[in-house]
């Protein structure tokens, strides 16, 4: 059985053979859809389904804007999280003198071959910057900080050795254990030593802190989860009576579904653009105390924005975890829904 | 078109619905079935929406067992089915055309089709100058006229109506009886549960009657 009836017997013959040109069959207006229309009307439901949703969010305005917020935060906090520690992590690649090697070289070893090493070793791929401190500079500055420099004067002779003091160009632990063998097997040190422990220990916290925003992160989608869910089942119910009119007059699970997910992804599209309001304001923000700050240790280190990548990426992410939710929602819902 | 081959329907509460029921509806058949409250006309209209399933015996609607259709095949099915309610089920924040339009919507037509259609179900019913009206704007007959013009408007095959004239004036389900008339000529089964047997004594058409689940009657109203 049929809801549409077939085409008329009449047009179903062919034509005479005496016709010079049969006209062409015209489609019977009560054919079945072909497959353009049938792909137009799918547009066409798409698009109806999308404006309704539009409507609807836009009929309660500040209702809707809360519920952007609200998801917004929950976003914001674990990407803010995670931008502040690549400014921390592009902070650690600026401290590369806490990776510096330190080369002693012989005592027997003078100022001359000193600056010679320090010029050889600049030339040196990976490596930024050579400082040389010749044996009375360490000693001068020895007794300033020791507060021993009357014991100092005291020696027969400068215990101190020449240094040679190497800022390497990133902060790669393999890179830097390399280089420091490199240095080592020069002639006139007698030792190569790395200080890594900075470097390690922001290295620590740094994964200290990607942990806590990848468990900050799981949880607020949860809970993200949860609110576009609470949301959805909202209008649900408010349009029960819809549905069940709906399914009774033939409209199948994904039609019923359609417009409760353009919700979803809208209330996803507006948290992400909300969030990425705020985290660049927020940014913003903090940046005038942090290049304060930065400015007292000598540093121009400012945060960096978000990058559009990265707004690109909360957006998608908010719309998939908008539409997500909304789809879980109706997909619990919809078997309430039968119609009574 | 339809065929009962000793339907029973028995509710998880042990409430059993329909005994065994037998009967078989013609396509383009005008019929009645009623009974008192409680007699099985909602639960043998539910079985043929596929709201419910029969426990036993087999249920043919247009070819299709509907004790093992599976879920998916339901809206299809009833994309074939017209239905009508007594309390119209109308959607009020929708206009006359949006209420009407629905089915079509969901068979995904063309808008200038759905336009053609929409158009020649209201002029149907004689609601054309209501199109832009919402429900709430119109009479209780009127509103039920809007339920007649969604149910036809994508030219069903079997019309289904519970109790449609109920809320209504002597007058006005006359009036509602005769636009089922009509539509019936034109060639679609109408299948219509009413306890207004005044009204179907009237309209001599065939009618079941329903006792407890059981088939009492078959046969021409008012003979």
Redesign the interface.
């Known amino acids: 059985?049929?809801?549409?009836?077939s085409p008329k017997v009449s047009e179903r013959v062919a034509p005479k053979p005496a016709d010079p040109q049969p006209p062409k069959k015209k489609r019977d207006e009560?054919d079945g859809?072909d497959f353009a229309?049938?792909l137009?009307?799918?547009i066409?439901?798409h698009r109806?389904s999308l404006v309704d949703s539009l409507r609807r969010l836009g009929k309660q305005p500040i209702g809707s804007f809360f519920t952007c917020l609200v998801m917004a935060v929950a976003l914001s906090l674990p990407m803010g999280l995670s931008l502040l520690l690549n400014n921390v992590e592009r902070l650690g690649g600026s401290w590369q003198r806490a990776a510096q090697i330190s080369l002693y070289l012989n005592l027997d070893a003078s100022s001359k071959d000193g600056e010679a090493l320090r010029d050889e070793i600049k030339n040196i791929p990976g490596v930024a910057e050579a400082e040389y401190i010749s044996r009375d500079q360490a000693l001068e500055e020895f007794q300033q900080q020791s507060g021993l420099g009357e014991a100092l004067k005291e020696l027969p002779q400068n215990p101190l050795p020449g240094v040679v003091l190497v800022t390497p160009n990133e902060v790669d632990k393999p890179a830097l254990e390399a280089l420091r063998q490199k240095l080592a097997e020069m002639p006139k040190v007698q030792q190569a030593q790395l200080d890594l422990v900075w470097v390690e220990r922001l290295a620590a916290i740094l994964k200290l802190g990607d942990r806590f925003v990848f468990g900050l992160t799981v949880l607020l989608v949860s809970a993200l989860l949860l609110v576009i869910g609470n949301t959805i089942r909202l209008h649900i119910e408010n349009r029960r009576?819809?549905i069940?009119?709906?399914?009774?007059?033939?409209?199948?699970?994904s039609?019923v579904r359609r417009p409760f997910l353009y919700m979803g992804a809208l209330y996803g599209l507006g948290a992400g653009v909300l969030s990425w309001g705020v985290l660049a304001f927020g940014l913003d923000w903090l940046n005038d105390a942090v290049v304060g700050l930065a400015g007292l240790y000598g540093s121009d280190f400012a945060l960096a924005g978000v990058p559009v990548a990265d707004g690109l990426s909360l957006l998608l992410g908010a719309v998939l975890l908008g539409y997500i939710g909304a789809w879980i929602a109706v997909a619990r819902h919809l078997r309430e829904l039968?119609?009574k | 078109?339809i065929r009962f081959e000793q339907v029973g329907k028995r509710y998880a509460n042990g409430h059993v619905g329909l005994h065994e029921l037998s009967f078989r509806v013609r396509r383009g058949e005008f019929l009645f079935v009623t009974g008192h409250s409680g007699a099985g006309k909602s639960t043998l209209l539910r079985l043929l929406?596929a709201?419910e399933r029969p426990t036993t015996g087999k249920l043919l609607l247009?070819?299709q067992d509907l004790a093992t259709i599976s879920n998916?095949q339901i809206?299809?099915?009833?994309?074939?089915i017209g239905?009508v309610f007594q309390n119209h089920?109308l959607?009020f924040d929708r206009t006359v055309f949006n209420n009407v339009a629905?089915?079509l919507?969901?068979?995904?037509?063309?808008?200038a089709?759905i336009v053609k259609r929409v158009d020649s179900a209201l002029e149907r019913v004689a609601l054309s100058d209501k199109t832009d009206l919402f429900p709430g704007d119109l009479s209780t007959g009127q509103q039920q006229r809007v339920g007649i013009a969604?149910a036809i408007v994508?030219?069903?095959?079997l019309l289904l109506a519970d109790e449609p004239t109920g809320n209504l004036d002597p007058r006005l389900a006359a009036e509602i009886m005769g636009v089922f008339e009509d539509i019936n000529r034109l060639g679609t089964s109408v299948l219509i549960a009413s306890h207004d047997l005044a009204l179907i004594a009237r309209m001599r058409h065939r009618m079941l009657t329903l006792q407890r689940g059981r088939l009492i009657g078959d046969g021409e109203a008012g003979v």
């Open positions: 059985m049929s809801a549409t009836r009560d859809p229309t049938l137009h009307a799918w066409e439901s109806a009576t819809e069940e009119v709906i399914k009774l007059v033939g409209g199948t699970d039609y039968a119609p | 078109m929406l709201m247009a070819g998916a809206p299809f099915l009833r994309r074939q239905v089920q959607l629905l089915p919507q969901i068979l995904g037509l063309s808008k089709e969604r994508h030219r069903p095959a």
